[in-house]
């Protein structure tokens, strides 16, 4: 294992046998995923071993107890090569019973870490041995599924490397985003307390402005890579260097409008998949989203921000190409920002990623109920979820029509679906931000039985009651890879 400094997210995992093949693949496109270390070299172990625990966490001059993965907020990176076995032992160091879920990947469920769904959460002082094939290149997250853990800091990238990778480029950046205000206003469980105490937010919800609200709660710290704005990362490169940057939103509740100054972006991916490339100045990225870009960066030191969408308050990197620059102002405002925004409708699927014709369509209404505290699937909570069923083989379209005040990125667990709304040939992607009042469709391939989870990445919503289910095929599978100390 290696110990990376600076920007890149300070410590890299390579995973199982096939250590060869990864360092062969990642050489091309410029060397691998989060660091400047080659991946090849020394020996390393088979499978790696991931500690969820109680850490204490430097943010950038504010130092926060909270819980992380191996005492790093993010987690550190798993990177692994497609088709690849990858085996991860959670070590479960937390008071609380923990999962890891792989968000994205097409997993098999009974490692997908869904508790009450595919697996019991692992008990404080037991560990879980997660193995499974990772099919498609891209960029994941893994994070808890457990109650608000995921606000905390238990959250690391996923980067799965093409060992055919088309893209050209020098050099990569993972870019992680987040929201935080554990340690600081008590943790997120009391936040959640707090929101379902209260009734101030209706007036918030119902007097809402074209678009809706995003979300609801103001975080203290905006953060990249685990840092604050005042004391950032800095990814360190050339002029003329040609970089692609990996964006992921592990927020709970935040999302951010992204952009790097002075630069325009050309987006290639989305959720891990490849998209007709589209070059815009900025994007939104709901939580549980993910963003591939492509730039050539110019001569200087430039602010890499991701402003809290309808919230006021960012979080801020620097990507350095001119040691003389002076830095950008942790309060540096990005004209970008205001620029040409990325539409989903821009961002075709390649042909081979098309799925079928949907045989048949399901709707599933987002609701709120007037507490203002209860967020709904069909009118259902996770109690008595709403539980879409399905034919193995068969394609559906599910129309995720918003009838509720605010976003909903909302995630399907297993699968990577097509969307295809007014005719679109959409992106591929595994969680997709839906507006109020707005209506779009998502195409679902059915080809991974289980019993998946279907729900809305915002943690405080899924935890007021907005988790469904999407099921088909054999009934599914307890895992036993517990074991007792
Ligand atoms: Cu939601």
Known sequence: MERLSGARVSRRLLISGAFAALGAAVAPGGNAALGATSPRGAARPRG??????????????????????????????????????????????????????????????????????????????????????????????????????????????????????????????????????????????????KLNASTDHDDTLRSTVMGGVSAELRHPHYLINGRVPEAPVTFDS??????????????????????????????????????????????????????????????????????????????????????????????????QLDGKMLQYRELNARHHDHLPRPSRTLTVALGMRPSGNEWTLNGKLANDPMRLRVDRGETVRIVLHNQSPMWHPMHLHGHTFQLRSNGMRGPRKDTVNIKPRERLNIDVHADNPGEWMFHCHNLYHQEQGMMGTFGYGRPPRRASHTMHH
Request: hydrophobic content about 40%; overall charge negative.
């Open 238 to 335: 050339r002029p003329g260097r040609r970089i692609r940057f990996r964006v992921i939103n592990a927020s709970a509740d935040t999302p951010f409008r992204f952009a790097l100054g002075d630069h325009r972006m050309t987006v290639t991916h989305t959720d891990g998949f490849p998209c007709r490339p589209v070059t815009v100045d900025t994007f939104i990225i709901g939580m549980g989203e993910r963003y591939d870009f492509l730039v050539t960066l110019g001569s200087g030191a430039f602010p890499l921000v991701a402003s809290a969408e309808g919230k006021g308050g960012q979080a801020m990197a620097i990507v350095r190409t001119s040691p003389g620059a002076a830095a950008p102002s942790p309060k540096a405002k990005v004209t």
């Open 48 to 193: 790696m071993v991931l500690r969820a625990g109680p850490a204490t966490i430097d943010l950038g001059g504010r130092t926060v107890a909270t819980w992380a993965y191996d005492d790093l907020v993010p987690g550190p990176s798993i990177v692994a090569t497609a088709g690849e076995r990858v085996a991860v032992r959670l070590v479960n160091a937390l008071p609380d019973p923990t999962t890891v879920h792989w968000h994205g990947i097409r997993i098999d469920p009974a490692m997908d870490g869904a508790p009450g769904y595919t697996q019991a959460a692992t008990r404080p002082g037991e560990t879980f041995d997660y193995v499974f094939t990772v099919p498609d290149p891209g960029t994941y997250f893994y994070h808890s599924h457990v109650g608000m853990q995921l606000d905390r800091g238990l959250y690391g990238p996923l980067i799965i490397a093409d060992p055919r990778e088309p893209l050209g480029y020098d050099d990569e950046f993972t870019v992680v985003l987040d929201d935080w205000l554990d340690g600081i206003d008590g943790t997120p469980d009391d936040a959640l307390r």
